[in-house]
Every structure is written in structure tokens, then in C-alpha cells.
């Protein structure tokens, strides 16, 4: 369906770069963003991705419209951006493809673990050098377990199967809104819990993700204070929205990886 582009309330913010706006396709979903979906107009078609400028949630989407320029084709092209006291948006190439399956059969995973291991292995970008991660620093029993959390390596921090987009050619990793600094086995961390939750064992989803460089060269204390971290996180949010069945698959899925490296009862 179309909607009418009038209803856009920064459609005169963004028409120097869409030119004539013809019409509007918003995403079924749209995570942090106010607003996100296809713009048909005159100079594109682009997808457009916008917040309103006030409030803590607008950052994540300054920092998407910063880290952007430097991932080359491992995310959609960002071709303009706007801003004025109401609003920022995003103008972003249109991807066409699919969601990838993340199943224990799937002809997917190589080249979802072939994405990760190569946005480990991107230069750390200038924006990101003051993007410390520390959303898992609470989480720890021991001040001394948040450096092995630190790193140099530019991480998505949000790798699901709805972050990913499978075309022609290859395989992008969309939604930039939390990329940050740390160690580079965070993201194939991630991996693993979201690969067990689609029907993966604890072993067999590690196998997957020793294809990522970052995960063989990790100390194996590291994954295992992050493990316990994250696992303590996804009960925190399981009790605040314990109506949330996402959330407890994913909680299941947590207790299950760190069940299988030894974590279970937590330190």
C-alpha cells in the first residue's frame, strides 16, 4: 500500500534531496526510528529513515548517519542527510532482499559468519573512537571483568536476523543505531545466542562462529564474563516486560550458552 506523502511531517525538510515526492511504503517495522519506509520521488526511490530531534533517542540515529560512510558495502549506501530543530532524517540506498534463516540447515550462515568477521575487521572509524562499549559494565560481579569488554574493534552490537539483508549479491547489515568500541568477540557473541535461539546447539553455534576471526583469538575468560553479563541482562529484561515471549526465547537461549560453558549456576 501507499500512503499519501503529505502525511510525512519532515517531507519539506527532505524534498532539496527526494525532489517531487510521489509516494510512501513505511517498513512493517521501525525499531528506534519515528519513521522509516520507502520514498518513491523524484530523485530517488531512497529509504528514509527519521527521529524527531529531542531527547537521548535522537543519537542513535546521528550515530547511524556518521558510521555509515565508512562500512562500504557491507550496509546500505547513505546518500544524504537532513536536519533541522524538528527533525533528522536519513537518506539510505533501497535494498532489495530477504531476511536470512538462521536454522541449523540453513545455506545462510557462511555468509552471515563471513558479514560478521568482516565488519570485525573494519578500521576502527574515526566517529567510533569515543564509542567505549559499557551497556554490559553493570552486569559484572568484578570491576576487573569490564576490560575485557574494551577494545578497538567497530561492533554492531544488534546482529539479528532482521538486522541482515540477503540480495543478489551478497549479504548487508542494516540498522546502525548502537554501533560501538569494544572487543571484537562481542559481535560473534551475540551471534551465537541469537543461532541457539533458531534451533541451534550451544557447541554447534560456537562452530559456526569460528569462522570470525575475533572469536579464535579470544581469551576464552573474556566470552565467559561476557556470557555471564548478557545472561544477567536478559533476565533484567525478562522481569521488566515478562510479557515479551521474544524476550524469554532469547533469555532461554542465553541460559542454554552459558549453561554449556560452565556458567550455570552464575558466579
Not at 566517529?127 to 560481579?141: C, I, K, S
Not at 532482521?162 to 557473541?189: C, K, Q, S
Not at 566470552?223 to 541482562?233: E, S
Request: aromatic letters at 8%; one cysteine or more.
Amino acid at each position: 500500500m501507499t500512503d499519501d506523502p503529505t502525511t510525512l511531517p519532515f517531507r519539506e525538510l527532505i524534498r532539496p534531496y527526494t525532489g517531487d515526492i510521489a509516494g510512501v511504503r513505511p517498513a512493517e517495522t521501525v525499531g528506534w526510528t519515528d519513521f522509516a519506509g520507502v520514498v518513491t520521488c523524484e530523485k530517488g526511490p531512497f529509504f528514509v529513515k527519521a527521529m524527531r530531534n529531542e531527547g537521548w533517542r535522537c543519537a542513535s540515529i546521528n550515530r547511524e548517519r556518521l558510521i555509515t560512510p565508512f562500512l562500504a558495502s557491507l550496509a546500505p549506501t547513505l546518500h544524504w542527510d537532513a536536519g533541522d530543530d524538528a527533525w533528522i532524517a536519513l537518506g539510505l540506498e533501497v535494498v532489495d532482499g530477504r531476511t536470512p534463516d538462521f536454522g541449523p540447515d540453513s545455506p545462510d550462515l557462511s555468509a552471515v559468519v563471513e558479514l560478521v568477521d568482516k565488519i570485525g575487521q573494519v578500521p576502527l572509524p574515526e566517529p567510533a573512537l569515543t564509542w567505549t562499549e559499557t551497556r554490559w559494565d553493570r552486569f559484572v560481579t568484578r570491576e576487573s571483568a569490564r576490560e575485557l569488554f574494551r577494545g578497538d574493534t567497530l561492533l554492531h552490537a544488534d546482529l539479528n536476523p532482521y538486522n541482515l539483508l540477503i540480495e543478489a549479491n551478497g549479504i548487508r547489515a542494516l540498522d546502525w543505531g548502537w554501533p560501538t568500541r569494544g572487543a571484537g568477540f562481542i559481535d560473534p557473541a551475540m551471534l551465537v545466542v541469537q543461532l541457539i535461539a533458531s534451533g541451534h546447539t550451544p557447541a554447534g553455534a560456537e562452530s559456526w562462529v569460528n569462522g570470525c576471526a575475533a572469536w579464535r583469538d579470544a581469551d576464552p575468560e573474556a566470552i565467559d564474563a561476557f556470557a555471564a553479563a548478557y545472561l544477567r541482562m536478559r533476565h533484567e529484561m525478562v522481569e521488566r516486560k515478562p510479557e515479551m515471549a521474544a524476550r524469554q526465547a532469547m533469555l532461554t537461549a542465553t541460559e542454554a550458552w552459558a549453561a554449556h560453558r560452565g556458567l550455570v549456576p552464575l558466579p
